[in-house]
């Protein structure tokens, strides 16, 4: 029986350095793109690869030399250079090459995967003004990537199970020939797992996850607005061979209200006065976004257009509690209908106003 060390023509004392050397020159002298339908050299490269599969890593070396039991995966082929048909190879060269001593197999439920986060995902809510400021619990609906719940998420029918992948031989890793020498990629045929479906399970067709819709209640705290984001953690999409599931936003759109509408953390709310208010001042009263009424004095010769600030009037603060502020903005309104008696009053204002607002147009 032939050691690795044996068939790379190294003595079992060699260094990794030696074994890679050996091993390089071996590979190129026996690679099938060098050896055209020669049948012994392919047999000779698998032997190689095998070989040095076994103790070209340090770790796998260890093992290989603490007992046979480390020997595993020995002489899995299948690494294609183009023209080669992984369709050839399959177990049972393994065996013949083997001698029959080893199974050539590695465990197929080996996890070859690393473990991935799931995505995270977003939802928009609805809401409306009031119940943006109040805060509401409401339920939002997803549509997310779940554990096919026919397979367990193994994507074989129920009753079959994976197969170890007859390209790479279980490996999930194949060796390509890029000019001087292979590299390692993953295996097309069962994508770097090692095991393939041959009976696709029947709900999700073999990818072991299914679309499923999912409801979560959703606590939205008072004072969100727009674009407000709320975070239900790990009820994202679900991680990849056993990694943690993403987190799932939640996105606020609120409707807009007649009354109020947000300036940064501000609302502002029109407040109509007369002109005589507007001119001699006046106090006055203006709603609250949760429904009551504050009392707001307007300044003597407050213009059309002037910001009025109350302080924690306005809409409750995301964080820390609290109230921010309310803004009232002075709406000078022109009356449309006049009594006999208004009409007198503004036709003798007329007559006193003395300067032109118009001037300084003309500067
Ligand atoms: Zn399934
Ligand atoms: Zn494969």
Excluded: W
Aim: hydrophobic letters at 30%; charged letters at 30%; proline letters at 7%.
């Amino acid at each position: 029986m032939k050691t690795p060390y044996d068939i790379l023509g190294v003595p079992k004392t060699a260094s990794q350095d030696e074994i890679k050397k050996a091993y390089r020159k071996l590979a190129r002298e026996f690679h099938p793109d060098r050896n055209p339908g020669d049948a012994a050299a392919e047999e000779r490269f698998k032997e190689i690869q095998g070989a040095y599969d076994t103790v070209g890593d340090e770790e796998k070396r260890k093992k290989f030399d603490a007992g046979a039991n480390g020997f595993q995966g020995f002489g899995s082929g299948g690494f294609g250079p183009g023209n080669f048909n992984p369709a050839d190879v399959n177990l049972g060269d393994f065996g013949d090459l083997l001698g029959g001593l080893f199974g050539g197999r590695r465990a197929a439920s080996q996890p070859r995967q690393r473990p991935q986060r799931g995505a995270d995902l977003e939802v928009p809510v609805k809401l409306s003004f009031e119940d943006a400021l109040r805060g509401i619990e409401t339920k939002v609906a997803v549509e997310v990537d779940a554990t096919c719940r026919t397979c367990h998420g193994s994507g074989a029918e129920p009753g079959t199970a994976p197969v170890l992948c007859p390209v790479c031989s279980g490996r999930g890793v194949l060796a390509e020939s890029q000019g001087l020498f292979a590299i390692s990629q993953p295996c097309p045929r069962c994508r770097g797992n090692g095991t393939i479906i041959e009976t696709p399970c029947h709900t999700c067709h073999g990818t072991g996850i299914e679309r499923r819709t999912r409801r979560f209640t959703v606590k939205i705290p008072a004072g969100v607005k727009t674009g407000t984001r709320i975070r239900l953690k790990g009820k994202g999409a679900p991680g990849e061979a056993g990694g943690p599931s993403g987190d799932l936003h939640v996105v606020t759109e609120v409707e807009p209200s007649k009354r109020f509408h947000r300036r940064g953390k501000d609302l502002v709310v029109d407040v109509p006065v007369t002109y005589p208010e507007a001119a001699l001042g006046a106090t006055v009263e203006v709603p609250t976004p949760e429904g009551g009424r504050v009392s707001l004095k307007v300044p003597a010769g407050a213009h059309d257009g002037k910001l009025l600030r109350l302080r924690g009037q306005g809409a409750p603060k995301l964080k820390g509690g609290g109230r921010d502020d309310l803004l009232a903005r002075v709406k000078v309104a022109v009356p449309s209908k006049l009594s006999k008696k208004e009409r007198e009053a503004l036709e003798e204002l007329r007559r006193a106003s003395h300067d032109d607002p118009r001037e300084e147009l003309f500067d």
